[in-house]
């Protein structure tokens, strides 16, 4: 089963625009982790969160996470075609696994 | 240096079949992972090494699945008489220390596996 739901499914944006995912989970967590896939490079880890922690950078990264709401926003600044690929939040519970979301589809067009 | 490698890339067997598939974690992670994500879902949890230790195996869906890693590096998750609803991608991954998941995990290419 899975712990997580991304919002939206589906995402469709210009080059430039800003890209807002936001993921849903069911259960207290040691920390929250984004990922993303596309068919060339494949599961690639993005940014981790830990419980503790309420917003973190990474370039054009910006997590968010709100413990009290169960939720964390990941916000892509500027966007590029290159950022086309699926999207996933994965958290882990207090062992030692991910558990995924159903991940956001993103589309970045030129 | 190299990361994460499986072996096959794509596999596909007929119903009834065994099947075994290979993971080649970085060298020196301590901590290996597999998965299962069916077309259009995320990864699924279904069992973790910690070296040679199988310390969970938590998410293997029916005692057809086995998975291990006899020397703590290589690892082979092996389906017997496989069925459709195996038909899926099968991801390997590693991370660097004891700590499991609260590490970044180097995820493989998988292995697209069919059944018919």
């Known amino acids: 089963s899975q712990q997580g739901e991304e919002d939206p499914q589906a995402l469709s944006i210009q080059e430039g625009e800003n890209a807002t995912m936001n993921c849903s989970y069911k259960?207290?967590?040691?920390?929250l982790q984004w990922y993303r896939q596309n068919s060339g490079r494949g599961l690639v880890h993005l940014i981790l969160?830990?419980?503790?922690?309420r917003e973190k950078h990474s370039g054009r990264l910006r997590v968010t996470l709100d413990t009290s709401k169960k939720s964390s926003s990941l916000l892509i600044t500027a966007s590029r075609a290159a950022d086309t690929a699926s999207y996933f939040c994965?958290?882990?519970?207090?062992?030692?696994?991910?558990?995924f979301g159903t991940g956001t589809r993103l589309q970045v067009f030129p | 240096g190299a990361g994460v490698s499986q072996s096959p890339r794509y596999k596909v067997a007929k119903r009834g079949q065994d099947v075994a598939l290979r993971c080649d974690p970085i060298?020196?992670?301590?901590?290996l992972f597999w998965y299962q994500q069916a077309l259009g879902q995320g990864p699924e949890f279904l069992t973790y090494?910690?070296?040679?230790?199988?310390?969970?195996k938590s998410g293997l869906p029916s005692d057809r699945f086995f998975a291990e890693r006899p020397e703590g590096s290589v690892s082979t998750l092996k389906i017997q008489r496989t069925q459709q609803e195996d038909s899926a991608v099968y991801l390997c991954?590693?991370?660097?220390?004891?700590?499991?998941?609260?590490?970044?995990?180097?995820f493989g290419p998988g292995t697209r596996l069919t059944v018919l």
């Open positions: 090494f910690q070296n040679e230790a199988q310390l969970d």
């Open positions: 991954a590693s991370s660097l220390r004891t700590s499991g998941s609260l590490d970044e995990q180097f």
């Open positions: 259960t207290s967590i040691n920390n």
């Open positions: 060298s020196g992670h301590v901590s």
């Open positions: 969160i830990r419980s503790n922690e």
């Open positions: 994965a958290t882990v519970l207090f062992t030692d696994k991910l558990i």
